[in-house]
C-alpha cells in the first residue's frame, strides 16, 4: 500500500504541474490522511476527521479543493449518491492503474469525438471536451439535470445549460453515453468509456444503482439468439427490487 501510496503522489505532482496548480506539502499530506481514513467517506466526515487527527488544522476549503484535483486526477471517484448524501472512494494499486488506463481511453474517445463531430458538421470547441472531462468524473450514472447543477458548481465557466444537454445527446449520438434506466420520471444515463458491458440492480426505496456481469447471462443471451437466428445489436437488464440496506431498515422499524 506505502509503494502505491507514494507511486501516486508522485503521480499526482505530474498532474498538478501540467495544470499549472501548486504542489504543497499540505496536499500531499491529504493524501496520506485520506489513505488512512479508508476507502469510502463522505467529505463532511473527512474534514472533520482530518482536523482531529490534525492539531495544525487544515482549512475545509484545502480539503474539498484536493478532493477535487484528486477526483479530476482519478484517485478519488464518485461511488453514490443516496438521499442527500455522496460516497467517495479513493482508489490505489490496480485501481489507480486502471484511473490511468481510464485516462488513456479519455483521450481516444475525445479524438474519436472530434472526428464525429467533423462528420456532422459540428462545432469543435474547448468547452465540449472539458464537458467530457466533468462528466468522466462525476460518476458513472447520473440524470442531466444533477450533471448540469454539479459541473456549474465547479466551474461555472465551463459551459451553458444548453451546452451541456446538447454534448450529451451528441455524446449518445456517438455512444459514449447511454440511457440505461427509466425509473417512474426520472431518465438515468451511464458513461460508458473504459467499462465492460454489465447489468443493473435497481433499488426502488433509494434509488441505489449496483452494476453486476455474469458470463452466464451473455452466454445465455448469445444461445437464444442463435436459436432464433437473431442479430443482436444492443441490450440491458435492469432489475427493480429493493436492496440490502432498506430491508435492513425495514426489519428495523418493524421490530421497534
Known amino acids: 500500500m506505502q509503494e502505491d501510496l ?23 499530506e491529504i493524501i496520506d490522511m485520506i489513505a488512512k481514513y479508508g476507502e469510502r467517506f463522505e467529505i463532511e466526515d473527512l474534514v472533520q476527521w482530518i482536523n482531529s487527527q490534525n492539531k495544525n ?4 476549503s484545502t480539503i474539498y479543493k484536493t ?12 461511488v453514490m449518491k443516496l438521499n442527500d448524501r455522496t460516497i467517495y472512494e479513493f482508489v490505489l494499486g490496480k485501481q489507480h492503474h486502471e484511473s490511468k488506463c481510464m485516462q488513456g481511453e479519455l483521450e481516444n474517445l475525445k479524438r474519436d469525438f472530434e472526428r464525429f463531430l467533423k462528420s456532422r458538421g ?3 470547441t474547448k468547452g465540449r471536451f472539458e464537458i467530457i472531462d466533468m462528466i468522466a468524473n462525476y460518476g458513472a450514472h447520473f440524470e442531466i439535470e ?14 451553458s445549460r ?14 459514449a453515453i ?3 434506466i427509466k425509473l417512474n420520471n426520472r431518465t438515468i444515463y451511464e458513461f460508458v468509456v473504459g467499462k465492460q458491458h454489465h447489468e443493473h440492480l435497481i433499488c426502488v426505496e433509494c434509488g441505489k444503482i449496483i452494476e453486476f456481469n455474469k458470463e452466464e447471462i451473455e452466454q445465455l443471451q448469445e444461445k437464444v439468439c442463435e436459436e432464433y437466428d437473431f442479430t443482436p445489436i444492443n441490450h440491458r437488464l435492469e432489475i427493480f427490487g429493493i436492496c440490502s440496506d432498506c430491508k435492513g431498515k425495514g426489519r428495523e422499524n418493524r421490530v421497534g
Open 6 to 28: 507514494e507511486s501516486l503522489k508522485k503521480d499526482f505532482k505530474k498532474f498538478l504541474r501540467n495544470k499549472g496548480r501548486k504542489i504543497t506539502k499540505r496536499r500531499l
Open 57 to 60: 488544522v487544515v482549512s475545509r
Open 67 to 78: 478532493v477535487q484535483l484528486l477526483r479530476e486526477f482519478g484517485a478519488i471517484r464518485e
Open 122 to 124: 459540428g462545432k469543435i
Open 146 to 159: 444533477d450533471l448540469v447543477r454539479w459541473i456549474s458548481s465547479q466551474n461555472k465557466n465551463v459551459a
Open 162 to 175: 444548453s451546452t451541456i444537454y446538447r454534448t450529451v445527446r451528441l455524446l449518445q449520438d456517438f455512444g
Open 178 to 180: 447511454r440511457e440505461v
